[in-house]
């Protein structure tokens, strides 16, 4: 997924012109980078604390060649949306404030960009917390080390488009979406101290695999309940004196703070002891029951779950062979991951989804896959 390839359309099952038509003959390179499924250490990141997040086999791909003209043009198959504005000029709202991010940023480190054409396709599912936004930038990022050539890391290319969303996009996020595009693959946790930077490698519990299903439910509070919410958090770390809620490592010094301080940041700290705990390496059944904790953290103490969400889980612990099911992202919507026996998740995962359809909800499973849809 990290080579260059110059003139290729990956497989493309979106709507909407594919690169090779968006190009024609004018040769152009592409770049993938993955979304991901957190599975513990949910809302951490901005506390500086620890997550354990895994790619997910579906990609955005970024294309991208030189612009005979003094403008960029973007284009995204996936919503059939075009965008062109000229290069010293910002560009709409949109997806194109993300790459413009990203571009704006380089710019600012002193690296000459050109006017660029760029085409986007992703069978990443918009809106269910999988971070298709970090997987635009970083694929971004890619395509355009791969095409101009210059020198950046994995972690200043995650830092980068870290900031992209930031200053450009104006989501106060953490660090994590971004790592975990750039850094993580789909067959390991990737361990993530938001402070330091650490990142490893480490293996899913054995004899498990990784159940994801999108609710169907939009996201639609996400946004503003996040910016609440790291309000409250730093509100708590300043009332306890000390940097982040990650420097608090028994949950019993939060109870003298006033609600609703106590209850979020009774779940940072919880949070991030669950995630230490199974980073050291625990059974499946123990990390599943870490799982099942982390979402009655997020749906009492930091109260980011919905009606639905809880039903899916408690539909998903009910499953044979499913050890642990929580809320997966930002929450008020989008996905659940569930940690179950090898092999079966997707009967597991098909059996839950069609009782909570049954009532005319429109839930899909979106792991297990059995093919890699985007991998060039």
């Known amino acids: 997924m990290a080579n260059p390839i110059s ?56 294309s991208a060649a030189r612009n005979d003209k003094p403008e960029f043009e973007f284009y995204s198959s996936t919503l059939g949306s075009a965008v062109t504005f000229g290069h010293d000029q910002p560009s709409p709202e949109g997806f194109a404030r993300y790459i413009e991010g990203c571009i704006r940023l380089l710019q600012k480190r002193g690296l000459a960009i050109p006017p660029l054409r760029m085409h986007v396709t992703s069978n990443l599912p918009l809106g269910t917390g999988l971070s298709s936004s970090a997987a635009l930038e970083v694929a971004t990022l890619r395509t355009l080390r791969a095409l101009l050539g210059f020198a950046l890391d994995d972690r200043s290319l995650a830092l980068i488009a870290q900031q992209s969303e930031i200053q450009y996009a104006g989501v106060n996020c953490g660090i994590m979406d971004q790592m975990a595009s750039s850094l993580a693959d789909s067959e390991h946790m990737l361990f993530l101290d938001a402070r330091t930077l650490e990142a490893r490698l480490l293996p899913i519990p054995a004899g498990s695999e990784l159940l994801v299903i999108d609710s169907g439910m939009p996201r639609t509070l996400a946004a503003s309940a996040y910016n609440v919410r790291r309000a409250e958090c730093e509100a708590a770390a300043k009332a306890l004196g000390v940097a982040a809620l990650r420097d608090v490592a028994d949950v019993a010094d939060v109870e003298r703070l006033a609600a609703p301080l106590r209850q979020r940041a009774r779940h940072v700290v919880s949070e991030n002891n669950r995630v230490l705990e199974a980073s050291r390496g625990v059974s499946a059944e123990r990390f599943g029951e870490l799982m099942n904790a982390s979402h009655f953290s997020l749906r009492d103490d930091y109260e980011v779950s919905i009606p639905e969400l809880d039903e899916l889980c408690e539909l998903l612990r009910a499953a044979a062979g499913v050890h642990g099911a929580r809320l997966t992202g930002a929450g008020f919507g989008g996905a659940v991951v569930a940690l179950c026996r090898t092999g079966g998740g997707a009967q597991a995962g098909a059996s839950v989804v069609e009782r909570f359809n049954a009532s005319g909800r429109k839930a899909a499973l979106l792991l297990p896959t059995t093919t890699h849809p985007r991998t060039p």
Do not use: W
């Not at 990956?10 to 190009?23: D, I, L």
């Not at 980078?33 to 997910?56: C, I, K, Q, S, W």
């Open 7 to 62: 003139g290729v359309e990956p497989p493309n099952r979106e709507r909407g012109m594919n690169a090779a038509a968006f190009f024609g003959t004018q040769q152009f390179v592409s770049q993938s980078a993955p979304g991901r499924v957190n599975l513990l250490g949910e809302h951490t990141d901005y506390n500086d604390g620890f997550m354990l997040p895994v790619a997910t086999p579906q990609c955005t791909t970024v």
